[in-house]
């Protein structure tokens, strides 16, 4: 049974860092691409970041460009996104996620995790 468990959530003000983890369990990793997805309250889950199986081709959503950086260390199994600059619009549940198509689409998505919280203050 596949398994993905995020940490690193917490509260940060506007301008500060996060790093978010993901350790995954349960499927041979280092296939399928693997993502990160956020939602906040009233708004539909949305696409942040891909990244293909051997870690060559990233995707990211216009709104976090510049700021999140997606990598996999397939050697630990395990996934982060680095979210510098964050603005309180960032703030939302974000949730890791594997695909056998590498995109942004919800859709597209095979395994979720349960989730981490991220808030950002102005």
């Known amino acids: 049974q596949v398994q993905l468990v995020e940490s690193g959530g917490g509260s940060v003000q506007a301008g500060g860092s996060l790093r978010l983890s993901c350790a995954a369990s349960g499927y041979t990793y280092g296939t399928g691409c693997m993502g990160w997805f956020r939602q906040s309250p009233g708004k539909e889950r949305e696409g942040v970041a891909a990244?293909?199986?051997?870690?060559?081709?990233?995707y990211y959503a216009d709104s976090v460009k510049g700021r999140f950086t997606i990598s996999r260390d397939n050697a630990k199994n395990t996934l982060y996104l680095q979210m510098n600059s964050l603005k309180p619009e960032d703030t939302a549940m974000y949730y890791c996620?594997?695909?056998?198509?590498?995109?942004?689409?919800?859709?597209?998505?095979?395994?979720w995790g349960q989730g981490t919280q991220v808030t950002v203050s102005s």
């Open positions: 996620a594997v695909s056998r198509i590498c995109s942004l689409r919800p859709s597209d998505v095979n395994y």
């Open positions: 990244i293909t199986t051997g870690g060559g081709t990233t």
